[in-house]
């Protein structure tokens, strides 16, 4: 089993910046990749980012350039960098995590508010 919870979120001006950050407790080994989604209000969850094990990321083309995924395996955590933060970003982003045998696991979400 494991367990991802997420931080970081808030209220932030156009422009600004915000780390988010998701812990990941549990069967640690077992994750694949780790990766960060969004929902926005009367949307579809959407992909935002995604590292693998082994360090490797991959972006969906909209955020490629000011968004940045990191992890730090000392603890646990994964991180999102997001900057030159738009209106259009605000949503509740969540954390996934993709572990062997096909499981797959979810955070609780953080919201995400861009408004002057």
């Known amino acids: 089993q494991v367990q991802l919870v997420e931080s970081g979120g808030g209220l932030v001006q156009p422009g600004g910046s915000l780390r988010l950050s998701c812990a990941a407790s549990g069967s640690i080994v077992s994750i694949k990749s780790m990766g960060w989604y969004r929902q926005a209000p009367g949307k579809q969850r959407e992909l935002v980012a995604a590292?693998?094990?082994?360090?490797?990321?991959n972006y969906a083309d909209s955020f490629k350039g000011r968004f940045t995924i990191s992890r730090d395996n000392a603890k646990n955590t994964v991180y999102l960098q997001m900057n030159s933060l738009k209106p259009e970003d605000t949503a509740v982003y969540y954390c996934?995590?993709?572990?062997?045998?096909?499981?797959?696991?979810w955070g609780q979400g953080t919201q995400v508010t861009v408004s002057s």
């Open positions: 996934n995590a993709d572990a062997v045998w096909r499981r797959e696991y």
């Open positions: 590292i693998t094990s082994g360090g490797s990321t």
